[in-house]
């Protein structure tokens, strides 16, 4: 079964701090995609990444990287410099080559940024 | 260019009652999929349109609930007798193929909150 983990319900940090979202997926299938989604307090779901399996390198766009290490199944996401309008909730996501087209999300971290 | 849209935005009804919600696509998307989302939870994926037919409805929870994608653009999800616990927000994406194996992604709509009294 597919399974996708964000411990951290909430996060709260000051303006200009460098932030570190945790995410640990599960899945037996060796083919599989991971995602970041940003959902600001509107609502709408916002793709910030996508990430192949077999693509280990770490990307950095920005403030943003994420952070791909399939030895410990995890694929974090750090915010440098955060800002207020970074606040938002970040899920993670997980689509396996097997699964069809069943995108399996995370709980979702809550991040606040205050200034 | 226009993105993904849903309405209503906010749909109240009572319990038993019957609900349509509507998502319009970004044009020329093939992909269509619809999610729901309960408070403080993750979008659970609910069913995933590959032009006109639905290539994967695993995820509706229960006969209550259909959707339907007549013409291979504007889709409609439908939830019969409605429950409290039918209460959340309905998410539609759509995307220009399907997301396995390829490099693209989804692009997701506002949402319809649906509360159910």
């Known amino acids: 079964a597919q399974k996708v983990t964000q411990a951290q319900t909430e996060i709260s940090v000051v303006e200009k701090e460098d932030v570190t979202l945790d995410c640990v997926y599960e899945?037996?299938?060796?083919?599989?995609?991971l995602f970041w989604y940003k959902q600001p307090p509107s609502g709408e779901l916002v793709f910030l990444i996508r990430r192949n399996s077999f693509d280990e390198q770490n990307e950095i766009s920005g403030r943003y990287s994420w952070n791909f290490q399939k030895s410990t199944s995890s694929f974090n996401f750090t915010i440098t410099a955060s800002q207020v309008v970074d606040s938002a909730v970040y899920f993670c996501a997980l689509l396996t080559q097997g699964g069809s087209e069943k995108l399996v999300f995370g709980k979702g971290t809550k991040l606040t940024v205050n200034p | 260019g226009a993105g993904v849209s849903q309405t209503p935005s906010n749909k109240v009804t009572e319990k038993g009652k019957y609900v349509e919600l509507r998502c319009d696509p970004i044009s020329g998307h093939t992909a269509l999929y619809w999610y729901r989302q309960s408070l403080g939870q993750g979008p659970e994926f609910l069913i995933y349109?590959?032009?006109?037919?639905?290539?994967?409805d695993s995820g509706l929870p229960n006969d209550r609930f259909f959707a339907v994608r007549p013409e291979g653009s504007v889709s409609t999800l439908k939830i019969q007798r409605t429950e409290r616990g039918d209460s959340a927000v309905y998410l539609c994406a759509s995307s220009p193929e399907g997301l396995a194996g390829g490099r693209v992604t989804q692009y997701f709509g506002p949402g319809t909150r649906l509360t159910v009294l």
């Open positions: 349109f590959q032009g006109t037919g639905a290539a994967d």
């Open positions: 899945t037996r299938d060796t083919t599989y995609y």
